[in-house]
């Protein structure tokens, strides 16, 4: 039982691999995402305050039924990061690099964009999610944040949907623009 459990998790994670790698190279091309050349490496995503709330929130909309599968969904974003792998084009931001930001940040809403400067990411950066799929791999819940100056960005989190070879956005959840 536990061999075949983990051959599972194994194919499980090569489909969601795929499926990762497909999904944003897309959102990059087809999105106003091009603009900036930077991405954040641990992606920015604070949706709900409890683990409970989040999983409730991912299973109401993308119909997911298999608690074990969207717990396996759940375990693969907080591993994630974001790879040369995904974009070779993009300049990555470390963790270490986006906590430096957000002190800088936090002193002067300004002197952050000196910040962007020294790292290449004039025109701000963007931070994307892990996709969090459903079970057949047609649905996609994915959150986009992008930060272009003090009083320039958005978040927003949105649900695409595989239709005829392509992910098409099919709603916004929740969007702020500033």
């Known amino acids: 039982m536990i061999i075949q459990s983990c ?26 995402l091009n603009r900036t050349n930077c991405i954040l490496e641990k992606p920015i995503w604070k949706l709900k305050e409890s683990p409970s709330d989040f999983e409730s929130y991912i299973k109401e909309n993308l119909n997911i039924k298999d608690t074990a599968f969207i717990n396996f969904q759940i375990k693969l974003t907080h591993k994630f990061v974001f790879t040369k792998e995904l974009n070779p084009d993009k300049e990555i931001i470390t963790k270490d690099d986006f906590n430096n ?4 940040f ?6 952050y964009l000196d910040w962007l400067k020294e790292h290449h990411c004039e025109y701000g950066f963007i931070s994307i999610s892990k996709p969090i799929f459903n079970e057949t791999y047609n649905l996609a819940i994915v959150h986009i944040e992008q930060i272009c100056g003090p009083l320039c960005g958005f978040k927003n989190t ?5 239709k005829d070879l392509k992910w098409m956005k099919n709603t916004s959840l929740n969007q702020s623009i500033y």
């Open 158 to 162: 949105r649900i695409y949907e595989f």
């Open 106 to 111: 936090e002193m002067d809403n300004f002197k």
């Open 7 to 32: 051959k599972s998790d194994i194919n499980n994670e090569a489909l969601d691999k795929q499926k990762t790698i497909e999904i944003i190279s897309q959102l990059l091309l087809d999105e106003n």
């Open 101 to 104: 930001f957000s002190k800088t």
